[in-house]
């Protein structure tokens, strides 16, 4: 079955990321991702706060990892160490055979720009580009798809999340799960392998937080990799792994059953 | 392959939408989206553009209208004063080799009455049909004068409005009146303008000159060098030669004038003060819209860090985002320009056109051009003041990271240390809550605040400035004045006994004391033995009190003094090697005088005619005219400009009455007049300045306000939140302003003293041959104190307005 969501399955028709060909050697594993022994402590006036002690966490190809726990445990600081957008104050994070914690702040953006869909929970679609333009965004930062290709995508991306019929609003003139249908769309602009999805559903209601969980399912099946931040039990029960962190350490890891029994 | 099928047969349908990346069009859609900040930045470079492109636009409009409109009228490169003389001898002169063209003059003072006032005027008489040397350029009426017709230099505007078909009345030094028709009006741009002397310049037939009672010869030989026209050492070795040529063909040669510049107008001096108080100007305004583009720059970007760390989280590169805020900029810079470039061509064509109006310099402009350079200047200017400006704010910017951009609270992100800051809130004990609010806001963003600070401080100091530099001329003019503790100054056409003109002035209603000095020419030698710079020397009696020049250097004569002489200090533009102490040579009456310099007093203006002091016993008996004079000054019984000129006609009425010959009759307050006019050109630069550094302070606050509050909306929320009432918002947001306005002011007022003393220097070295007496402008101080006031509320008020509109719901929404 072709894919809805991108031209060529999980690639973007540049290969895997490889800003200087060292982050590829000494992967340590076959694993998508991996996350090791990683420790993030911020330091302020009111004293040092050590936000994640020590994670070790590993997520193959295809898999849906739902990251729990409750506010301030850590899950939002993992996925900013997996998605370059935090750096680890020591440890490892490797994605798809590249050494993110090596990465240079430039050579991240270049490399989450292709390798890596991030998706906000407020959004954070530019509120002065059309909800097409922000879509198209990414590919014209990563050079992706040749420049009268990328207008097509960027509409066929739209079309598969039923936006069709806004694409040349602005975000503000469009419901909040339009927005956020948006922003998946501009995560799946580059055709990353992987998305990383900060509490999608958190801002939206019960009937348009559906909608973009099916998005995921959907993305999924055809062989992308989620990571998806939520504090939702419901949610976390129809994925194929959670991932519960207390206290910023990763108290157990669900194995992949959960999704099956919904399905 | 099917959906690349897809894109490749939908591309070609959309490619005229594909023109634009998605990343420009955030940029455009930026501008386009927020327009009053769009229009704040636009205005803050279009300040810079339009003061650069003004002052650089009229300097090129005005130096080519002096220099290449000069050269138009084929200017004289001396001239020389000779017995009457014909055609024989100009024809004589013309056919030397090294002369390109020479032209004879009759030149003559006489008085004239216009417009129910006598004026001195020097009334000179050619041959209009063969114009070779300083050639007159009609502006209106006749080109040429016929038989007792008139034709004036309508420099003369700027002191009676005359018209063509006028009739004026012309008194001879013997008191007989002829009736003449006003029919034409002229540019020279060789005579002296009015605004400069107080007289008029009127043009006749040698002709009439007969009729006057005069002859038809020339007295004035003026000539043009075939090569070297600007090698004044060339011009007067020339002149040399022309003088012995002309006495060995029997004339006698009375004086010699050979320009400090040959070849240059007169008025180059006026235009590069006037550059050099628009340059001041110019650099200024361009500073202040750094400070601006600067501070706008800061906020903008400050506010677009989220969206910075969006664009970074899909992919976007810090140069990447580099481009797009610099082509931000740079489409702000072109707006700028679109705006500022037109407006400058405008405004410099006015104040040119104001400058070279009659009653100024009287200058005939170029023709309306655009000026590939100056727009090349200004196009330069409008991108690289704000790309500078910017980029710190841009680098800053694009390199924060992804996780502090997108989890900035849109707080301001420079705060002090929260140590300094209780300690300044603790110490503000009785301080309340609002005015403890502003103050902090203001310490809280330092550098935004320095910089608002500093374009305000700046404006005001340069403003009460340039108020500053009003009072010192007035004080200057006052002080120069002193020169004319006189009432009515009457020069004669040849010596009179002094006690016989005691005798008839007394007589006159009105007069109360006469004092007479005399006058003789003559030129001072350089080393080589060389006749030089003409020199006149003015010679009241020793210890006379009618005349206290303003002395620079040196002293004021002393009744015993000899050959001691108080020189000009024109002079010392001319040759700034002399000093007090100097020995000079001063060649008078065909026979050379040794005179020591014991002084120098301040004169105004550039002038040829160098005027020193030396007491009357001295020059009188060097001269042969002892117990005689050639020009007294009368003490009158009223002081009045009214009854001075009363009096003054009186005495002239009375002199001709009793057979003596006037050649001029002057009140201290026309010439007092005089002087104050030279400052009129420059007051009127620095009152153009004053109000464009007022516009320039005036939107910078307003900005800083605006951007201000627009920052801390969340924080406005946070106050309506926890009680805060409209007023409360409003008055916040005011006091903030005003609060600003007094730091700045209270600075301002202290940097206001150099910045006088700068301005005072540059207009003094133009106008006065020195410095001008400074004198601190307190209105100027308190007329800023109010205008900061104004503008703080005003550029408060409507932020603040909007700010106490919102709800909280709207305002916690914002970000």
Redesign the interface.
Known sequence: M?SLFS?VQGQNGHGRFQPNGNQTNGAPSNHLLQVRQVVKTYHS?AGDFTALKGIDLTVDRGEFVAIIGKSGCGKSTLI?MI????RPTSGEVWVNGTAVHTLS??AI??W???EL??I?QFF??????TVM??V???M???HT?P???????A??LLEQVGLADVAHKLPSSVSGGQQQLAAIA??L??DPPILAADEPTGNLDSATAEIIFQLFNQLVDQGKTILMVTHDPDKARRVTRVVTIVDGEILKTQPEFTREIVR | MREKAIYASRSTHHAKNMIIRPRWKKVFADLWGNKSRTLLVVLSIAIGVFAVGMVANAYLILAEASTVGYETVNPTSAFILTSPFGDDLVDTIRDMPEVADAEGRRVRSVRMFLHGRWYNTALSAQNYDDGRVNLLQSTGGKAAPGDHELLIDQTAVALTDFAIGDTAIVEMSDGRHYEMTIVGKVRDQNSNPSINTGGINAYTTLDTFEWLGETADYNRLLYVAAENKHDRAYIQALTGDIKDKIEKSGYMVYFTLVFPEPGVSPTKFIIQSIRSVLGILAAVSLALSAFLVFNTMSALILRQVQYIGIMKAIGGLTRNLVGMYLLMVAAFGLLAYAVAAPLAAVAAQQFAEFIASPGLLDLRLPVYRLRPEIMTLELAVSLLVPVLAALPAIWRGTRVTVFAALNSTGLSQENLSNSLLEQVIERLRFVTGPWLLSLGNILRNRGRAALTLGTLVLGGAVFIGVLSVGASADETVAELGQAYRFDVQVEFERPYRLTQIEEYALHVPGVARVEGWTVVNGAILNAAGEEGNSMTILAPPGGSELTHPKIVAGRWLKPDDQNAVVIDSSLLREDPSLQVGDEIMVKINGRDYPWTIVGVYQSIGVTVWYESYANYAYVSRLAREVQQTRRVQLVTNAHDPASQLEIAARVNDYFQQVGIRVSSVETSSDMRGVQEDQFNIIVSVLLVMALLITLVGGLGLAGTMSMNVLERTREIGVMRAVGASDGSVLRVILVEGVLMALISWSMAIFLAVPAGKLLSSVVGNHIVNGQLSYVYSVPGALLWLALVLVVAVMASYVPARNASRLTVRDVLAYE
């Open positions: 072709p031209s006036s900013n998605t370059g957008i935090d702040e430039g953006a270049q989450r720009g292709r869909g991030v906000f954070q679609l530019l509120p002065t580009l333009q922000n198209m965004l990414p014209d930062f990563c798809y420049i009268p290709q990328r207008r097509e995508r509409m066929h501009r995560a602009a580059n």
